[in-house]
């Protein structure tokens, strides 16, 4: 059973669109452009058609903010759908943030859960929750949460917005 170690960064949910330089598990170089599905300063999950190796090195270019930075495949996450394969990578360069954008404080919830901000479909109140993995992938599928606002006392599905704090 894989060793326990406590996140560095918060993650937070971020489609990211990104260029993918490589060598797949075959040894074939490929460049694939696809997004992040969540980030933090010290890494990434990236959503591939390519298969990739655990601990192989990946130059990963930040359409956005036009940097790349060097990372490391750690693993193969999550399942997989008939036309991509998830995986979770290491930036070997911590101190770059390719990604643009400001990572809040890292707090007792980011150990297990991912941060999103969704907004209601009525009002626009939006709302900085913790979730995990499922249920982000879940929100991601169906295009957001089915959930009633508090502010406007309506129900609606609520959107997944880019992260920014609230």
Known sequence: MPEF????SCRVALSVPIRVFGTDYRGVF??????TVVVN???AKIRMTHQLLPDQEILLFSHPTRQDALFRVVS???GSDHQYTYWGVENLEPKRNIWGVHFPELQAADQLAVRVVLQCPTCSTRESLWVDEA???AFQEQGGLPRGCLTCKTSGVWKLLPFQEV
Do not use: I, Q
């Open 135 to 137: 249920l982000l992938t």
């Open 5 to 8: 170690r406590p996140r560095r």
């Open 41 to 43: 300063l010290h890494g």
């Open 76 to 78: 193969k996450v999550g």
């Open 30 to 35: 490929f460049t694939e452009d696809t997004v």
